[in-house]
């Protein structure tokens, strides 16, 4: 089981449609993050919670909606996304000043 | 604007030999610095790591050098291993935003048989 776990691996979604990524750590870090990979981009980041407070929201769109219910899960729910918003979601997790630990992505694609 | 440049978008290298990327910052104030080795379709793995406060940091394989003066860091892996084929990312963050990576865009290895 790796230290932090992303659930669905794929998801095809139309644009009116909800969705929600689910994260999950089991390294008991205390921050969490969700970044986004689009082909040939750098990895951009999208929000921080830090001690299940968000810290950071890069001007994300709000069809993007975060949530963080406790220090392991963290969720992103996604409604009314364009074709652009087609990317490789990671989540991550990390301790204070300590290396940032990387799920395995949900490859989203909006048709 | 990006602060963390990695110029070679790829590097070819015969398997037992050394791969050596690099990475650049224009950010002073970073001072913490990784190495993060991504597969198709996977999560980036982080490898290894190093603070301001060193020059060189070794792990198996891999060693990573910083010279702060040039705001330049550097990957080396020996010796190389098929395995090691895969897109390699640096990544650099500083004192109270050390939550917040900034990401080169990678090179991507193929090492050759």
């Known amino acids: 089981e790796t230290g932090v776990t992303q659930t669905p691996r794929h998801l095809v979604m139309g644009m009116t449609n909800k969705k929600s990524l689910k994260c999950e750590q089991h390294?008991?870090?205390?921050?969490m993050y969700w970044y986004k990979q689009s082909a040939k981009k750098p990895l951009e980041l999208m929000f921080v919670?830090?001690?299940?407070?968000?810290?950071e929201n890069n001007s994300v769109p709000s069809r993007f909606s975060p949530e963080c219910p406790n220090s392991s899960h963290l969720f992103l729910h996604l409604h009314t996304l364009q074709p652009e918003d087609s990317a490789l979601y990671l989540c991550?997790?990390?301790?204070?000043?300590?290396?940032?630990?990387f799920g395995q992505g949900t490859r989203l694609t909006v048709v | 604007d990006q602060q963390v440049k990695q110029n070679s978008p790829s590097l070819s290298v015969q398997e037992g030999r050394i791969s050596i990327l690099n990475c650049d910052y224009t950010?002073?104030?970073?001072?913490?610095f990784l190495w993060y080795k991504k597969y198709p379709a996977e999560g980036p793995t982080f490898l290894i790591s190093?603070?301001?406060?060193?020059d060189k940091n070794e792990d198996g394989r891999f060693t990573v050098f910083l010279n702060k003066s040039a705001k330049h860091l550097s990957l080396h892996i020996v010796p190389s291993q098929p395995g090691d084929s895969a897109v390699y990312f640096c990544?650099?963050?500083?004192?109270?935003?050390?939550?917040?990576?900034?990401f080169g865009a990678g090179t991507t290895v193929t090492v050759r048989a």
């Open positions: 919670y830090s001690l299940e407070e968000r810290v």
């Open positions: 950010n002073s104030m970073f001072d913490y």
């Open positions: 991550a997790s990390s301790q204070f000043k300590g290396a940032t630990f």
């Open positions: 390294l008991g870090h205390n921050a």
């Open positions: 990544a650099a963050s500083f004192g109270s935003n050390d939550y917040k990576l900034s």
């Open positions: 190093i603070s301001s406060i060193k």
